[in-house]
């Protein structure tokens, strides 16, 4: 059988817990979570990185410092993980859900211009495969209208757009290492910051609300309660699992776009989601489109009883019971129920061989075979 997705593990994870047994320092902020956050900040060129215990943690601490208040609007495609629209209805603010475009499966840059209004705070747009719409234009709406940009970039560690790195765009941006993403640590994330006047008040969110990074730093002589937080640091166990991945996240990186480009050259005939030009991939997702819901229906069915598993994705949050509650979708739904019926990922993980994805696409190939010749009986 060829799963869906196997997490990524290099082996060299285990060293490095047992350093965490050495050092006895378990809870964050230690040795392994310091030099995860130097990385980070180096690799993509930010302000400031901190480790979070998830991407959903990293969405919540967005949505604090940017002071929500009931009746704020943030804009979000609704073809999005649950987490991107659930960390600002908690600050109280209504979502809105905007469409997004069929080839590359991220929002629509001319659905969100018509969605800002004088209520409008921030725009959280979503990496969807791992590529984005064009952060330039984006980035120049954002600044037009005076709006936080917040980059849910869960899926897009290491790619880039014109040579500059998904998560460096935003004002504030959010990474996942859930076992599922290509850089794993079984539940774990970052929330980078790129506005310098944000950062002491991002550390303060982190930790209770306390100044107790100031305190460790001899800033000030005692810590105490200063502003709203929560716990969102990660113990040291998962940075250290974090930091061997992070150490060879090239290797891995490279491993997923060769899959990718694969599935790209043997599939081309068909259609599937796609980045623009000028963006570097990070291999993250492969998702083909199917004619409709019940050809992809048939499609998952038919590559299960090849013992191949494959997945659809997003089921559109503007149609969602919390959905409903807390956001409105802007303008006509053209795309993000259409496409989103219609995709079906396919397997794509670090251990996936060449051969089996071989096996994989020519099984895709016969699939199609079989809905040209049962078409052409019945006509
Ligand atoms: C995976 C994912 C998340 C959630 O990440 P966690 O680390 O599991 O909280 C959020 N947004 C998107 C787009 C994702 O793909």
Redesign the pocket.
């Given at each position: 059988l060829i799963p869906f997705n196997r997490p990524c593990v290099l082996g060299t994870e285990l060293k490095k817990i047992s350093d965490v047994f050495t050092n006895e320092k378990f809870s964050g902020d230690g040795h392994f979570s310091k030099k995860c956050h130097e990385h980070l900040k180096k690799k993509l060129n930010v302000k400031k990185a901190l480790l979070t215990?998830?991407?959903?943690?990293?969405?919540e601490m967005a949505a604090l410092l940017i002071n929500l208040k009931p009746g704020d609007e943030v804009i979000m495609p609704s073809f999005?993980?649950?987490?991107?629209a659930n960390a600002f209805a908690l600050r109280g603010a209504t979502i809105v859900f905007i469409d997004i475009d069929p080839l590359t499966m991220n929002l629509d840059l001319a659905c969100l211009t018509k969605a800002i209004t004088k209520n409008t705070k921030a725009i959280v747009v979503?990496?969807?495969g791992g590529w984005c719409c064009d952060m330039k234009e984006l980035k120049k709406v954002c600044n037009d209208n005076n709006l936080f940009l917040i980059e849910?970039?869960?899926?897009s560690y290491l790619s880039t757009f014109q040579n500059k790195s998904l998560g460096s765009w935003g004002d504030l941006s959010?990474?996942?290492?859930?076992e599922?993403?290509n850089i794993q640590c079984g539940?774990?994330?970052a929330l980078l910051i790129n506005q310098k006047e944000l950062v002491e008040r991002a550390e303060i969110i982190r930790e209770k609300g306390t100044n107790r990074s100031k305190f460790f730093r001899g800033q000030v002589d005692k810590y105490s309660w200063v502003d709203l937080g929560s716990s969102f640091l990660p113990s040291e166990l998962n940075a250290a699992f974090l930091l061997a991945q992070l150490e060879d996240d090239e290797v891995i990186i490279k491993k997923r776009i060769d899959i990718w480009n694969q599935y790209q050259d043997e599939l081309s005939e068909f259609e599937f989601a796609k980045p623009l030009s000028e963006t570097k991939i990070n291999g993250h997702l492969f998702a083909l489109k199917l004619k409709d819901l019940e050809q992809r229906t048939l499609f998952i069915e038919f590559m299960k009883n090849k013992k191949i598993t494959t997945s659809f994705h997003y089921i559109p949050l503007h149609s969602s019971e919390a959905g409903k509650k807390f956001g409105r979708f802007h303008g006509q739904d053209h795309f993000t129920t259409r496409e989103s019926e219609r995709i079906a990922r396919l397997p794509l993980y670090h251990a996936l061989t060449q051969q089996e994805v071989s096996y994989i696409t020519k099984t895709i190939k016969s699939f199609f075979e079989q809905i040209k010749r049962s078409t052409t009986r019945s006509s």
């Amino acid at each position: 059988l060829i799963p869906f997705n196997r997490p990524c593990v290099l082996g060299t994870e285990l060293k490095k817990i047992s350093d965490v047994f050495t050092n006895e320092k378990f809870s964050g902020d230690g040795h392994f979570s310091k030099k995860c956050h130097e990385h980070l900040k180096k690799k993509l060129n930010v302000k400031k990185a901190l480790l979070t215990t998830s991407c959903t943690d990293a969405l919540e601490m967005a949505a604090l410092l940017i002071n929500l208040k009931p009746g704020d609007e943030v804009i979000m495609p609704s073809f999005t993980f649950v987490s991107t629209a659930n960390a600002f209805a908690l600050r109280g603010a209504t979502i809105v859900f905007i469409d997004i475009d069929p080839l590359t499966m991220n929002l629509d840059l001319a659905c969100l211009t018509k969605a800002i209004t004088k209520n409008t705070k921030a725009i959280v747009v979503v990496h969807y495969g791992g590529w984005c719409c064009d952060m330039k234009e984006l980035k120049k709406v954002c600044n037009d209208n005076n709006l936080f940009l917040i980059e849910d970039a869960a899926q897009s560690y290491l790619s880039t757009f014109q040579n500059k790195s998904l998560g460096s765009w935003g004002d504030l941006s959010c990474l996942s290492f859930h076992e599922t993403k290509n850089i794993q640590c079984g539940e774990g994330g970052a929330l980078l910051i790129n506005q310098k006047e944000l950062v002491e008040r991002a550390e303060i969110i982190r930790e209770k609300g306390t100044n107790r990074s100031k305190f460790f730093r001899g800033q000030v002589d005692k810590y105490s309660w200063v502003d709203l937080g929560s716990s969102f640091l990660p113990s040291e166990l998962n940075a250290a699992f974090l930091l061997a991945q992070l150490e060879d996240d090239e290797v891995i990186i490279k491993k997923r776009i060769d899959i990718w480009n694969q599935y790209q050259d043997e599939l081309s005939e068909f259609e599937f989601a796609k980045p623009l030009s000028e963006t570097k991939i990070n291999g993250h997702l492969f998702a083909l489109k199917l004619k409709d819901l019940e050809q992809r229906t048939l499609f998952i069915e038919f590559m299960k009883n090849k013992k191949i598993t494959t997945s659809f994705h997003y089921i559109p949050l503007h149609s969602s019971e919390a959905g409903k509650k807390f956001g409105r979708f802007h303008g006509q739904d053209h795309f993000t129920t259409r496409e989103s019926e219609r995709i079906a990922r396919l397997p794509l993980y670090h251990a996936l061989t060449q051969q089996e994805v071989s096996y994989i696409t020519k099984t895709i190939k016969s699939f199609f075979e079989q809905i040209k010749r049962s078409t052409t009986r019945s006509s």
